[in-house]
């Protein structure tokens, strides 16, 4: 066999484990999807998602997960985007290079790399036990927001970087303050971006459920949370709530609530994709 | 080494014989000179970019900074409105002084400043945004709300700069649509709408076609009439046509300053000779 051909072989032979790699991720995700969605479409009605948790599987309801859900996205995205968007401006726009941001910059970089549950402890010992906030919603949001406040830095920083120097340079040259060429150009260019950070954070969050669990979060609350600081549950504990009772009407909830969750993140994700496209289309240099 | 007012002398005894006869707006005394710099040294980090650099500028000219790559003429050009504060390491020893104000020892309001000495970068860089916000920009960041005002100074400053029959239908339309040349023209009149009294061009036209950089040329013709310009250029050509005064830069230092048909024509020193007659650069 001569060079060529063996050449030949080798090429074909990583082509075909290319695509078998591809594929395997996501044939098993479809085995998995498909198997939820007939367990657990039929029994997904209005009713399921209006309805109170019960006892009995046929007559209960993701109605007060669902809103512990749409409490903590809320809380969360009010706590980290402000937060999370600032510290971004500041490290890239303000920070003096030196050891000090070098130093901050690799510990956010670490941060968004520590495990969920880490921040559950955290907000357990600061927010539930020392700041007396219980097993709140606040309590659970703010935990969140500090789980994916290094994402949201990140997000910002990276779209910040992406605007041109030379923009910068003309608003300054015009006259314009730091903070007006922040405002009026920087942060209109890279807006897209940041924003689209700001929603796959988001989307994880509201698939955490490991941190609120150990915050204290609840698999069982008769209501709706009325206020932050009332007691809730979240979509994701529900679920894993249901799946361990043995009547197998629990597991059907369950597979009906996991395709409500994934039916949110896939939106979420869905609107990060659009925003992203349409700001590329409008800004191009 | 000389004192900067013997070096001034040695320039205004040497080149008056010609100058007079010449031009007796571009040599008013002393006193009327636009900007002076004297023995300015800019530093980045350890490197020392600009060296002793003492030199007037006369208003209502245009300046041509000359010298190859590297040479600091955008550094010196910058130094003008203060655009290199923003590089790590920057520091600057001596004196510039623009109508009587030393515009680094000073408590110097930068955006002040930038008002009064506007600039022209190398390559276009409109903000993506709209034909009128770009122009409208300056003003506006000023705290100028007066529609009527600002309408009326975006068209003037639109004609000034010939781009107006161009773009007097679709003001609104993306300033990033525009040609290379047109963006170019967009630029300087974003410049000219906050009323500077002195332009800094970055070698403007370097990235544009032949056609534009005429245009762009005959604009600077017609601006210093209103404004004092400086120009960074690599072009030789462009430097004889659109200068009355040329500086030669080599290595941080400023070799020779003077009328620029004297530069072309007579340059005293022999480095500007080889660099002007393209035996480097």
Aim: proline share 4%.
């Amino acid at each position: 066999m001569n060079r060529i051909t063996l050449n030949r072989i080798k090429d074909k032979g990583f082509l075909v484990t290319g695509i078998i790699s591809t594929f395997i991720g996501l044939v098993l995700l479809l085995i998995f999807m498909a198997d939820i969605f007939i367990e657990g479409a039929p029994r997904i009605s209005w009713k399921f998602i209006v309805s109170l948790p019960s006892r009995i599987p046929e007559r209960a309801g993701i109605y007060t997960a669902m809103m512990g859900s749409v409490w903590v996205l809320i809380l969360t995205t009010i706590i980290s985007f402000p937060i999370g968007v600032s510290a971004g401006i500041y490290l890239e726009e303000y920070a003096k290079q030196g050891r000090l941001s070098r130093l901050l910059e690799v510990n956010i970089s670490n941060l968004a790399g520590v495990p969920s549950i880490i921040y559950g402890l955290l907000g357990l010992e600061i927010f539930a036990r020392v700041m007396r906030l219980g097993s709140s919603v606040l309590a659970g949001s703010i935990t969140l927001a500090l789980l994916i406040l290094p994402i949201i830095i990140v997000a910002t920083r990276e779209s910040i970087k992406a605007v041109p120097q030379s923009i910068r340079d003309a608003s300054y040259a015009l006259g314009a303050s730091k903070w007006q060429t922040i405002y009026r150009q920087v942060l209109p260019a890279s807006f897209g971006g940041i924003l689209t950070g700001v929603i796959l954070a988001l989307s994880r969050a509201v698939g955490e459920a490991a941190p609120l669990i150990v915050v204290g979060a609840l698999a069982y609350v008769p209501f709706a949370p009325r206020s932050p600081l009332d007691d809730f549950s979240i979509l994701p504990i529900q679920i894993f709530n249901w799946i361990s009772r043995p009547q197998h009407g629990f597991i059907v909830n369950a597979a009906a609530a996991i395709i409500i969750l994934l039916i949110i993140t896939f939106a979420m994700n869905g609107i990060a994709i659009y925003l992203r496209s349409r700001w590329q289309k409008r800004v191009s240099w | 080494m000389f004192t900067e007012a013997e070096i001034m002398d040695l320039i205004m005894t040497k080149d008056s014989k010609t100058e007079h006869l010449v031009n007796d707006i571009i040599d008013k005394p002393v006193e009327e000179h636009k900007i002076t710099t004297k023995n300015v040294n800019v530093f980045y980090g350890d490197f020392k970019a600009l060296k002793n650099i003492s030199m007037k500028i006369r208003p209502f000219s245009v300046t041509a900074l000359i010298g190859p790559s590297g040479c600091g003429k955008s550094t010196y050009l910058r130094v003008f409105n203060r655009m290199n504060d923003y590089i790590n390491g920057f520091r600057l020893e001596g004196k510039v002084v623009i109508d009587g104000v030393n515009i680094y020892k000073d408590k110097i309001i930068l955006e002040k400043l930038r008002k009064e000495v506007g600039m022209v970068f190398q390559k276009p860089n409109p903000f993506p945004k709209s034909i009128f916000d770009n122009v409208a920009y300056g003003l506006q960041i000023q705290g100028m709300k007066d529609k009527h005002f600002i309408n009326e100074r975006v068209e003037t400053s639109l004609k000034k700069v010939v781009l107006w029959d161009e773009v007097k239908d679709d003001l609104k339309k993306n300033a990033l649509a525009l040609s290379g040349g047109q963006q170019q023209r967009l630029c300087i009149a974003r410049t000219l709408a906050v009323e500077p009294n002195i332009i800094l061009m970055d070698e403007p036209t370097s990235a544009l076609d032949p056609i534009s950089t005429g245009k762009i040329e005959e604009l600077i013709f017609e601006l210093k009439n209103e404004y004092t310009i400086l120009i960074v250029t690599h072009n030789m050509q462009q430097a004889g046509r659109v200068s009355d005064r040329t500086a030669f830069f080599y290595l941080g230092e400023l070799i020779e300053e003077g009328l620029t048909k004297n530069i072309f024509l007579n340059p005293k020193e022999e480095r500007t000779e080889n660099y002007i007659t393209g035996r480097f650069g």
